[in-house]
């Protein structure tokens, strides 16, 4: 029989319950510990979901033999230093989108983990996405080919707030959070590197230090292009629309759903034994883990994303 993989989740606010949700469809997988920022709230959410342990502290589940795993869906800026903590303790680790927000600390998570040799993933959710695998499926067979992504990724965020509208302890990022997965998914999708990237944004928020408006071009070596335009301005309809256009069809990618250019949708629920992204991109953690391999979305294998966005940071200094 094989063993429970036993995890601690780090972080019980929207996304924390997101990938709760998604782990408790996984056979072979308990969570173990929830760490959160309140005591109070986290042991309520441990409760829901039948934790056992509920905590604050990141480094009493670490030092616990019994841990196998950790997710962090915890605040950007803690991501790299979290991610290397674990590993040190002997975990292996899955960090929510971004890895980092520095190329510097992408790299040294990517050191660490090759010397440790653990699994460490990110949660570049796109590759999971029933419609992208969809799309990924086609291109591999050479089905579909893409001459341009044009992507919008819309939020109205003009104050410190996660996507349950409750206030955020940090400041969240157009360009290492949500471009990244943008970015990354372009380069996967296409089979062929970034080799131009260029940015532009709009006016730097007083109180937020960062600009609410942005837009990325980029060019793969094979020709694609992308054109990414993001805004925590939008009053509208929220969340992250892709447009496939190809030399054979279009398409349009809403997260887990996905349509012709038309508007017609497309059965996608064949593709993977869920329609839940997060799910799928947590059994594929576990997986990994089982398996003793590299996961899709291995911290070496979303490097390449990380190398352009500090590129473009650094044009828009």
């Known amino acids: 029989m094989t063993p429970t993989i036993k995890v601690a989740l780090a972080g019980a606010g929207a996304f924390g319950i997101k990938h709760l949700d998604g782990i408790k469809n996984i056979d072979g997988v308990q969570v173990a510990a929830l760490i959160g920022r309140e005591l109070d709230k986290t042991c309520a959410i441990a409760a829901r979901y039948g934790i056992a342990h509920a905590g604050i502290d990141l480094a009493e589940a670490l030092a616990r033999p019994d841990i196998d795993a950790v997710i962090l869906c915890t605040p950007t800026p803690l991501h790299a230093e979290q991610t290397m903590a674990c590993l040190r303790a002997g975990k292996h680790v899955q960090v929510e989108i971004p890895l980092a927000d520095s190329l510097q600390d992408a790299q040294a998570v990517l050191a660490l983990q090759r010397q440790t040799a653990l699994v460490a993933m990110c949660g570049h959710t796109r590759r999971f996405n029933p419609s992208h695998q969809y799309l990924h499926q086609r291109i591999r067979k050479g089905e579909f080919n893409i001459q341009q992504m044009d992507v919008q990724t819309y939020f109205f965020r003009r104050s410190n707030t996660n996507a349950l509208g409750q206030a955020r302890s940090w400041t969240d990022h157009l360009l290492w959070h949500h471009a990244a997965h943008t970015v990354d998914l372009f380069a996967y999708q296409t089979n062929s590197p970034i080799v131009q990237a260029n ?16 837009s990325i071009q980029l060019k793969a070596a094979n ?4 054109t990414l335009s993001l805004s925590f301005n939008n009053d509208g309809p929220l969340g992250t629309w892709f ?30 034994v869920s329609m839940n992204g997060i799910e799928l991109q947590d059994r594929e953690f576990f997986a990994a883990i089982r398996e003793r391999r590299e996961p899709n979305a291995s911290v070496g294998r979303v490097l390449a994303c990380y190398q352009v966005l500090h590129q473009l940071a650094q044009q828009l200094q």
């Open 199 to 214: 940015a532009i944004q709009g006016p730097i928020h007083p109180e937020l230090g960062i600009a609410l408006d942005m």
């Open 223 to 226: 020709g694609a292009i992308c």
């Open 243 to 272: 447009r496939y256009i190809g030399d054979s069809a279009t398409y349009i990618a809403r997260y887990d759903d996905l349509f012709t250019g038309n508007e017609e949708r497309i059965d996608v629920s064949t593709v993977d």
